[in-house]
């Protein structure tokens, strides 16, 4: 029998990747806004239609990439932000490089970037994965990101999108998750013919206008044991949710889902909040890098912490310690 293995095409590995990075339109959102704040953008343009599908725009003011890197940056595993493969400090939202290589080997993307120094800029058109030339383009310095006809090179994931009004949801959910850690920013939103301005502010004011209540209907926290620290602020017991919608949860300023934070998030409450209810908590963790791996999915929304209890009994003594100095009296203080 003759030999039947092969490498697989790069075009269909990207787009077998594609799968796991992009699971939907909101993570091309979350990919490319990610993108622009570690190119340190102070402003982002994000434009949506048709739930992502049809369009994501996403315009930026950073550094911009130079010809060479735009050629680059849509390749699979090119990137600018891991060096010395120390995956044990990353300080960026990036490192894995391939979220441009998965989302434009999945739709029809039109890069164009220019870096301060340039007299003008390049675009770059990619259908599929299939580069075009580049092509001289006179524009601002930063980044511009255009997205089209999203997941049309894999019919399979294209039959199992949601209705744009369910993906608006996680889109305006994954914002102001970016939002509340980035306030120094500001953020022109547009999704289909909704418009919203969001400009530069405080956390404060972030907190205010997002959660719609004014920060003094709650409390700030810090707490620090040994070298984890705790930031933050919580909404007095009042203000509870029937979901998670208004928890949020940073480590090492990086939005992350983690069911054993919420859980400490929510057992800390527990005493004040009905059972099923969810509190409205913004809790932003520091831990040294060595002791928290992001490189657990390649939407590293995800961490493994070294010491998981540590943790835990870290963030519900700062909240019990600040929920007691702010009235609500029948905390028990000690973690269960
Ligand atoms: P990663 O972010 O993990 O490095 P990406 O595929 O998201 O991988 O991006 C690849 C590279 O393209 C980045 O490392 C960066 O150098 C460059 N890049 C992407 N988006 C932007 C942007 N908005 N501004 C400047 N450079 C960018
Ligand atoms: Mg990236």
Known sequence: MSCVIRLLEPQLINRIAA???????????????????????TQIHITVRGGGQSLVRI????????????KLSVHRHTTSKLSHSDLWNIHTFGFRGEALASITSVSKATLTSKVLDHPHGFS?????????????????????????DLFFATPARLKFLRSPSQEYIHITHCLDRFLLLNPAVSFFLRLDEKQKIFEATSLENRIQHLLNMPSTQGFWLQTQIQDIT??????????????????????????????????????????????????????????????????VH???????????????AVVIAALKKALMQNGQKSVNIAPK
Not at 29 to 39: F, G, P, R, Y
Not at 124 to 148: D, N, V, W
Not at 298 to 312: M, S
């Open 298 to 312: 390649p939407a590293k929304t995800q961490v493994r912490f070294k010491a998981p209890q540590e943790i835990r």
């Open 124 to 148: 770059l058109y990619i259908e599929g994965g299939t580069q075009h030339p580049l092509k001289p383009i006179a524009c601002e310095t930063g980044t511009c990101i255009e997205i089209r």
């Open 19 to 41: 799968g796991e990075v992009i699971e939907r339109p909101t993570s091309v959102i979350k990919e490319l806004v990610e993108n622009s704040l570690d190119a340190k953008a």
């Open 59 to 70: 315009q930026d003011n950073g550094h911009g990439m130079v010809e060479e890197d735009l």
């Open 230 to 295: 705790v930031t933050g602020w919580g909404a007095l017991p009042g203000a509870h949710r029937r979901n998670a919608d208004r928890l949020f949860v940073y480590v090492n300023q990086r939005p992350i889902e983690d069911r054993m934070l919420i859980q400490s998030i929510r057992f800390a409450y527990q005493d004040l909040i009905p059972k099923d209810r969810y509190p409205c908590v913004i809790l932003f963790l520091s831990i040294p890098y060595s002791d928290v791996d992001v490189n």
